[in-house]
């Protein structure tokens, strides 16, 4: 079955430090995986997705995310937090070997202190 | 604007009064999807449609019914609702190919009493 994980509940970074949201997975097949941003009192917007090749991923607003295979991670990275980069994010996986189905994890919710 | 359109954005309703959340999209998607977000339990899939009169269950289906009779609406229907869907609901919709990702509704909260 799939799941996916966020193990922190909250991450607190200063600004124009890096940050790091964590996300595993588990699937049967090979990943299609996701991050998704929500903002307050908004719908979740989607930041950046793998789907094969290039471990690394760059997406909107600057962030990146990093597929591990071996550690089954799909961890959400951006050299320099903003302020406004503030939000609650989503990891999501969904299984490529077939079915449309998508996974989310619980969420983790990014504050970046000026 | 390419968009997925829910309504309304807040509803506050009494236990038993049937109620129906709409939702539209502009994309020509043939996968719509409702979920409900609630603390610490992220994004859980109530319904999801594959296309017109398609429909099937997801995670959490209880207490909750859809249609899909033309493509691009999917509304969610609460024929008897109780507290405990007191929740944030949000539509999304997305083409069907393995690789693309959802775009989402602005979200409705409602509060059963």
């Known amino acids: 079955a799939q799941s996916v994980a966020q193990p922190e509940d909250q991450v607190n970074v200063a600004e124009g430090n890096p940050l790091t949201v964590k996300c595993t997975y588990s699937?049967?097949?090979?990943?299609?995986l996701f991050w998704y941003v929500q903002y307050p009192n908004r719908g979740l917007q989607f930041l950046l997705k793998?789907?094969?090749?290039?471990?690394l991923v760059k997406g909107s607003y600057g962030f990146e995310a990093e597929f591990n295979k071996s550690q089954t991670s799909f961890h959400l990275k951006k050299p320099s937090a903003l302020v406004s980069d503030s939000a609650l994010y989503f990891c999501?996986?969904?299984?490529?070997?077939?079915?449309?189905?998508?996974?989310f994890g619980a969420g983790t919710r990014l504050f970046v202190k000026a | 604007e390419a968009q997925v359109t829910q309504n309304p954005r807040y509803l506050i309703t009494v236990t038993g009064k049937k109620l129906t959340v709409t939702c539209s999209q502009n994309?020509?998607?043939?996968?719509m999807s409702w979920y409900r977000q609630d603390p610490g339990l992220g994004l859980r899939q109530i319904y999801y449609?594959?296309?017109?009169?398609?429909?099937d269950k997801g995670d959490v289906p209880e207490g909750y019914k859809v249609s899909r009779k033309e493509k691009r609406n999917f509304p969610l229907i609460l024929e008897s609702p109780s507290p405990n869907q007191t929740s944030l609901y949000f539509c999304?919709?997305?083409?069907?190919?393995?690789?693309?990702?959802?775009?989402f509704g602005q979200g409705t909260r409602l509060t059963v009493v």
């Open positions: 449609s594959m296309n017109v009169e398609v429909t």
């Open positions: 999304a919709s997305s083409s069907t190919g393995d690789n693309t990702e959802a775009f």
């Open positions: 999501a996986v969904r299984d490529g070997t077939g079915g449309f189905k998508t996974i």
């Open positions: 994309m020509n998607h043939e996968y």
């Open positions: 699937v049967s097949g090979n990943p299609y």
């Open positions: 793998y789907i094969t090749g290039d471990n």
